[in-house]
């Protein structure tokens, strides 16, 4: 027992020099870019679904809970919300980074997450017929505060170090449950469980990314890396992933729970399918 928590223990330390560097750098990017981001997507119309896809990488949950706002407002359509929910990396990117893992491995997963974001994004433009009315209006980064998703503004370097430091505890959790079930269940039924079931593998996985919560997108890609989970569990997980989007959709679109409703089985589906067509077809990231 002592072995698992010193393992854990010193695994977060090793991570925590890298995570604060790549937070610092997301954080200066996300100041920089997001505003501009976000005007782009509310003005692109038809090609909301493609910007969405492709902006909705670069920044954490607070692109995603902004979405959710202007969508709220219906300055933006259902298939760019989802091309955002689906895209966006969460806690993925500065793990990934943070683990030394390979920059082309992180590319063709990014990738991946915009492309479906893309398909998957006009696919809802077509689908959904929502009703336009207009959600109530918010201040996001007083939302931000209440349920501590860590995108309001605090100045780059401090919110780069609690972000940190947040990101650590979940990882050193993560971590601990990890060591747990290897030591007592052992990795050989722990792989079986996920990486040999081509359907309920990314079912299970795409469940657990909804929970709006940076821990989801932290477990899934520890399970990736950690070789326990295959290409297409892992990515039916990050794709449902969205942060805190989905939580501040039913948050501020309070008149329309059908269409919340809609939308996050439509991104549930969406992420699963997904997966399973990953593994179907033998893709190995």
């Known amino acids: 027992m002592l072995d698992v928590i010193l393992d854990a223990a010193l695994d977060t330390l090793k991570l925590l020099p890298f995570l604060f560097l790549t937070y610092l750098a997301l954080e200066f990017i996300e100041e920089k870019a997001e505003q501009g981001s976000l005007r782009l997507v509310r003005h692109s119309g ?10 909705g990488i670069v920044p954490q949950c607070g692109f995603s809970a902004s979405a959710s706002n202007l969508f ?4 933006i359509s259902a298939g760019t919300l989802i091309a955002v929910f689906l895209s966006t990396s969460d ?33 809802a433009d077509r689908i959904f017929r929502l009703c336009r009315h207009e959600g109530e209006r918010v201040d996001l980064h007083e939302l931000c505060r209440e349920e501590n998703c860590g995108c309001e503004e605090r100045g780059i370097l401090r919110s780069a170090l609690l972000h940190t430091l947040q990101i650590a505890g979940f990882v050193l959790a993560v971590n601990l449950l990890l060591g ?8 050989d039924a722990l792989s079986s469980l996920l990486l040999d079931r081509p359907v309920l593998g990314p ?9 709006p919560n940076c821990a989801a997108s932290i477990l899934i890609t520890q399970l990736y ?18 942060g805190v989007g989905i939580l501040v959709l039913f948050r501020i679109n309070r008149r329309a729970m059908g269409d919340n409703v809609k939308l996050l089985l439509y991104t549930l589906i969406s992420a699963v399918l997904t997966g399973i067509a990953l593994d179907l077809m033998g893709v190995v990231i």
């Open 72 to 75: 709220a407002q219906r300055l």
């Open 91 to 123: 806690e993925m990117l500065p793990i990934l980074i943070s683990s030394a893992v390979s920059p082309v491995t992180i590319l063709k997963l990014l990738g991946v997450k915009v492309l479906a974001g893309l398909l998957w994004g006009l696919a």
């Open 225 to 242: 890396l950690s070789g326990a989970m295959s290409t297409g569990s892992m990515m039916a997980g990050l794709l449902s992933a969205s």
């Open 46 to 55: 038809v090609l909301g679904p493609v910007l969405g896809a492709l902006v």
């Open 180 to 187: 747990l079930v290897l030591r007592f269940v052992g990795e």
């Open 203 to 211: 079912a299970l996985s795409g469940l657990v990314g909804l929970i």
